[in-house]
């Protein structure tokens, strides 16, 4: 009986221990130039919640396991709040991290009101394969479910002529995309 108890214990840290370094890993990603900058007009993300879809581009580096392999992202740019500035903006690749599956942005309120892991009304990205759900207010962060991380985010770069620049994506998503 003491066996049993202290293996369990033993599994539930290591799974707990599991996640935590996963969430401490992704605390200051680095990011990887994408081979051409994506470009979307500022006009067509100025509701708040309405995303805008895209596709993004990058070659491995020489470094990486298959060198110069082309990469294809989907992602999107949302707006979270009113203003004109770039923290008002998020880009996420919509890739779940867990097993590849596309998520969904969720903004209807009696849906947000039956989704678990979350007591917060704001939309939510929603994996429709496993079930794990994701933070749009705090840029696709990890909120519950079997992904042990937050969605990949891509850096919204410049705000110039009306147009919103995306040039770069965390180096982890090119290992698993």
Not at 15 to 36: C, D, E
Not at 80 to 104: F, I, M, W
Not at 122 to 134: I, M
Not at 145 to 165: C, H, K, M, Q, Y
Request: negative net charge.
């Amino acid at each position: 009986m003491v066996r049993r108890t202290f293996l369990g214990l033993g599994l539930m840290l290591l799974g707990f221990s599991r996640r935590a370094w996963a969430q401490l890993a992704s605390a200051s990603p680095g990011y990887y130039r994408l081979t051409h900058p994506v470009r979307i007009r500022l006009d067509t993300v100025s509701t708040p919640w309405h995303p805008v879809s895209f596709v993004a581009e990058a070659v491995l580096p020489q470094t990486s396991p298959t060198p110069g392999r082309r990469v294809l992202m989907n992602g999107v740019l949302y707006r979270k709040e009113s203003g004109d500035d770039r923290s008002a903006l998020s880009a996420l690749c919509v890739t779940c991290p867990h097993e590849l599956c596309e998520v969904s942005l969720v903004t209807d309120e009696a849906r947000l009101a039956r989704m678990s892991g979350s007591d917060k009304p704001n939309p939510k990205f929603f994996c429709g394969c496993h079930g794990s759900v994701f933070d749009a207010l705090d840029d696709g962060s990890w909120i519950s479910g079997p992904a042990d991380r937050g969605l990949f985010n891509f850096l919204v770069g410049s705000i110039t002529d009306g147009t919103v620049e995306i040039d770069e994506v965390e180096v982890e998503t090119l290992s698993v995309v």
